[in-house]
């Protein structure tokens, strides 16, 4: 049998306590149950942290942003997930997709 490496506990990346340009709490690091935190911002220093909830993660509006990720930072980024695109868009999507019966 062979051995298993452990893995780590996830951490903030140390990029998010630079972007935010303040210190993080240990609450802070966490996500709420249900809830996956990216980076939002279409500019690398004014970035926002933004909980997108896990049932939406195969909404195609969502699929298409991590897509876009993807292909601006490749597969392998480090820390929390960096999306360029506006965060207030973002943000009112998400809103108007949690509304709809299917994704409630």
Do not use: W
């Amino acid at each position: 049998m062979g051995h298993m490496k452990k893995k780590k506990a996830f951490s903030a990346s140390t990029m998010y306590v630079r972007l935010t340009g303040y210190k993080l709490d240990d609450e802070d690091h966490r996500a709420r149950k249900g809830y996956v935190p990216v980076l939002v911002g279409q500019e690398e220093m004014v970035m926002e942290r933004v909980l997108i909830p896990t049932k939406l993660i195969d909404h195609p509006y969502i699929v298409s942003l991590l897509e876009l990720s993807a292909k601006e930072f490749g597969y392998h980024q480090q820390g929390l997930l960096q999306i360029p695109y506006d965060a207030n868009c973002l943000k009112k999507m998400v809103h108007i997709i949690t509304r709809d019966k299917q994704y409630s």
